[in-house]
C-alpha cells in the first residue's frame, strides 16, 4: 500500500470521526463541563484564599484533565465495536494501526485540545499570572495526546468487558501518573522562576515513545477482543 | 483460490467441530448449513483471520492467511451480522466512508450508483436512523458493489430483506461468481443463484 | 516448525507440568524454610542494633525483600505474559495469573512494612517518598491485572489482554519510577533509604539476602500450587485430568 | 546473646509496635494465601470430582 493512501485512509478516519461527534454534540460536551465543574468546585471545597489557590492550581487542572479525558476513553471504540466497524476496520486492506491513530487523533481533537484551550479561563478563577496560563497551555497541548494514547490501550483491553468503564480508570489512571508530574511540575517551575523546558522536553519525550508504542499496542489490544 | 485444512473451533469449552477441509475455486459459491450454535459465525470469522483456529489452517493462494495479513484483507470482503452502519450518517455518507476505510475510496456518483442499484433511490440522504432494518441491510451491502474484492464471506445477508431485495442481491453474487469471484455465506433462507455454482457444506 | 519446538512445547503443556509441580512444591516450602529460618536468626540475634534508629530498623529484613520480590515477579510475570502472546502457549498464561496475586501481595507488605517503619523514624505513617510512592503505583498495576483478569470471561481472552497490559505496564515502570524520584526531589520530600544507612553491617546485608531469598522461595511455592489449581479449573474437559490419582480417591 | 531477656527481646527497643506489626502481618499473610491457594485446588478437584460422576452416571444410562 502507498505512502498517500495510507495518509488518506488517515485522513478519512479523522474525517469521519469528527463528523460523527457534529452529529452527537453533546457527548463532546458533556467531557468539557465534566472538567469545567471539577475545576470549578476545587476552591469551594478548599477555601478561597488566592495564596493556596494559585498554588493548587496546575495540579487540580491537570487531575480534572486526567479525569475528563477518562471519562471520554469509553466512547473511543464501544460504539464501532457495537455495530461491527471495527470488525471492518480490522479487515481492511489499511492496516490496523494507521486506523487506529486516526481514531487516537481523532480522540484528542475532541478531548484533549479543548480541554487545553479551555484551561486559560479556569486558571483565571486561581489567579495565575498570563506566563503561567502560557506554559499551562503549552503542556496540556503534550501532554493530552500521551493520555489519549496510552487511554486507547485500555480502553481497547476493556472492550465489551463487563464493568469496562470503572475498569478503564483502574488500568490507566497509574500509567498516566508520569504525564500528571511532568505536566503539573511544568506550570509549578514556572510559578517558581525555575523555567519549564526540561519539563516540557520530558513531556514530549513521552509524547514520542507513546506516539510510537501506543497505536501498536492498542492494535494488539483490539484484535484479542475481537477474536 | 481460498483452501482450509483440518480446522478445529473450539468455543469455550466445547469442540464445535474438527478435522473439517474444504476448498474453493474461482467461480465457485460455499454455503455454509448448520443449527444455530453449529459453528457457522465462527467458521466465517475464521476464514476473515479475525479468529484463529485452534487447529489446522487456511491459504489462500497456496498461503497461509496469517502471512499474507493486509494482502489477504485486500482482497477479501466481510458481512457480518452487525452491518457497520452509523445511525448519525446518511445513506451515502455511509456508503462512502466504509470504501474508505476498507482501502478503496470512491467517487460520490459511484456511491449513488450503487446504492440505486440496490433499490434506495431517492434515500440516499436520509440518514441511516430514519431507515429501515432491511433498507440498512442494504445499506451495508452496497460495499459489495464498491469494493472489489474477490473473496466475499457474507454471513446471514439475507436477513429483514424482502423479497426483491433478495433476488437483487442473488443476482449481484451470480454476476460476482461469473465474473471469477468466490463466495462464502450463510442463509437461513433460499438465496436463488445460478445451478452448478453452488458447493454444500454442513457443520454437525 | 522443526520437531524440537514442538517437543518444547509438548513439555511446557499444562498436563507434563501439573504433576512436575506437585512434586517441586514440597522443596521449594522447605527451601522457604530454611533461608526463612537463618534469616531471621540473622536478622533478630546477630544483626546489631542501628545507632540511629534503634531496634525499629529490622523491619528492613522484610520491607526491602518484599520490594525487591513485588518488582521482581512483576518483571516474570511479563516475561510469562510475552511468551505466552508470543507463541500462543496455554501454560504462560496461567503461570502470569498465578503469580499476580503474589506480587501483589509482596507490594502490599512492602507498604505495610513501609507505614509501621515511618511511623518511629518520621511521626507519621506515611510519606510520599520515591520508594514507597513507586510501589504504590505498582500496586495498583497489580490490582488493574487482576481486575482485568477476573471481568473477562473467557480464559484465553483474559490471558492475551492480561499479557498485553502487563508488558505496557512493564514497560511504563522505569518511566513511572523516575518520574516520581524527579518529583520527590523537586519537592524535598522525605526520602527513606534504608539500605544507603552508613551502619549497614555486612551481617545485615547478609540478613536481606538470605530473607529476600526466602521470600522468593515461598513466591514459587505458592504460585505453584496456584497455577495448579488455574490448571484444574481450565483444563476441566481434558482427557489426561480424568486420569489423575487425586481424582480416583 | 545480644538480648538479656525474653521481655527485652519482645518490647524492641520500644519499638514493638511497628516491628511486631510488620513482621506479624507477613507472618499472617504468609499462612493465609497458601491456604487459600491450596483451597482453591481442593476446591477445583471436588468441582472436578462431581462432574466426573455426573458423566458416569450419563453413560451408565445410556447403555
Known sequence: MAETSLLSALGAVIRRDLLLAMRRKSDVLTTLFFFVIVVSLFPLGIGPEMAMLRQIAPGVLWVAALLATMLSLNRLFAADHADGTLEQMA???????????????????LSGLPLALLAPVLGLQFDLAAGSLGVMVVALLIGTPVLSLIGAIGAALTLGVRGGGVLVSLLVLPLYVPVLIFGAGAVEADLGGLGATAHLSLLAAFLALAAFFGPWATTVALRIALE | MLEASNLECVRGEKSLFRGLSFRL???????????????????????????????????????????????????????????????????????????????????????????????????????????????????????????????????????????????????????????????????????????????????? | ???????????????????????????????????????????????????????????????????????????????????????????????????????????????????????????????????????????????????????????????????????????????????????NTLHQGASVSLTRSPSMAQTMLWGMLLMALAFWMYSIAVSLTRVRAIILERERHAGWVEELKELKS | MKWNSFSEFLAMGGHALYVWGSFGACLLLMIVEPILAKARRSNALTELKREIAARKENVNENF
Open chain 1, 91 to 109: 479487515l481492511s486492506a489499511v492496516p490496523l494501526g494507521v486506523l487506529v491513530t486516526g481514531k487516537v487523533v481523532a480522540h484528542w481533537l
Open chain 2, 25 to 204: 475455486d474461482p467461480g465457485a459459491c460455499l454455503m455454509v448449513q448448520g443449527a444455530n450454535g453449529s459453528g457457522k459465525t465462527s467458521l466465517l470469522r475464521m476464514i476473515c483471520g479475525l479468529a484463529q483456529p485452534e487447529q489446522g489452517d487456511i491459504r489462500w493462494n497456496g498461503e497461509p492467511i496469517r502471512k499474507l495479513a493486509e494482502d489477504y484483507r485486500g482482497e477479501l470482503l466481510y458481512c457480518g451480522h452487525a452491518g457497520a452502519v452509523k445511525d448519525d450518517l446518511t445513506a451515502l455518507e455511509n456508503a462512502r466512508i466504509s470504501a474508505t476505510l476498507a482501502g478503496t475510496p470512491v467517487d460520490v456518483e459511484a456511491a449513488r450508483l450503487a446504492l440505486r442499484q440496490l433499490g434506495l433511490k431517492g434515500r440516499e440522504d436520509l440518514p441511516a436512523r430514519v431507515l429501515s432494518a432491511g433498507q440498512k441491510r442494504r445499506v451495508a451491502l452496497t460495499r459489495l458493489l464498491l469494493e472489489k474484492r474477490k473473496l466475499w464471506v457474507l454471513d446471514e445477508p439475507l436477513t429483514a430483506l424482502d423479497k426483491t431485495a433478495v433476488a437483487n442481491l442473488g443476482g449481484v453474487i451470480d454476476a460476482h461468481l461469473a465474473s471469477g469471484g468466490m463466495a462464502v455465506l450463510t442463509s437461513h433462507q433460499d438465496l436463488p443463484l445460478a445451478a452448478g455454482r453452488v458447493e454444500q457444506l454442513r457443520l454437525d
Open chain 3, 1 to 183: 516448525m522443526s520437531n524440537r519446538i514442538v517437543n518444547w512445547f509438548k513439555f511446557a503443556s499444562p498436563q507434563t507440568f501439573y504433576p512436575l509441580a506437585g512434586k517441586m512444591i514440597p522443596w521449594f516450602w522447605a527451601l522457604t524454610a530454611v533461608f526463612g529460618l537463618v534469616g531471621l536468626y540473622i536478622g533478630f540475634f546477630v544483626a546489631p542494633t542501628d545507632a540511629q534508629q534503634g531496634e525499629g530498623y529490622r523491619i528492613i529484613f522484610i520491607h526491602v525483600p518484599a520490594s525487591w520480590l513485588s518488582m521482581f515477579i512483576y518483571l516474570i510475570m511479563a516475561f510469562w505474559a510475552a511468551l505466552g502472546l508470543g507463541f500462543n502457549t496455554r501454560l504462560s498464561g496461567m503461570m502470569a495469573s498465578a503469580l499476580a496475586p503474589t506480587g501483589a501481595l509482596m507490594a502490599f507488605l512492602s507498604l505495610w512494612t513501609g507505614a509501621l517503619w515511618g511511623k518511629p523514624m518520621w511521626g507519621t505513617w506515611w510519606v510520599w517518598d520515591a520508594r514507597l510512592t513507586s510501589e504504590l503505583i505498582l500496586f495498583f498495576l497489580y490490582l488493574g491485572f487482576i481486575a482485568l483478569q477476573s471481568a473477562i470471561d473467557d480464559a484465553r481472552r483474559a490471558d492475551k489482554a492480561g499479557a498485553v497490559l502487563a508488558l505496557v505496564g512493564v514497560a511504563n515502570i522505569p518511566i513511572i519510577y523516575f518520574s516520581v524520584k524527579w518529583w
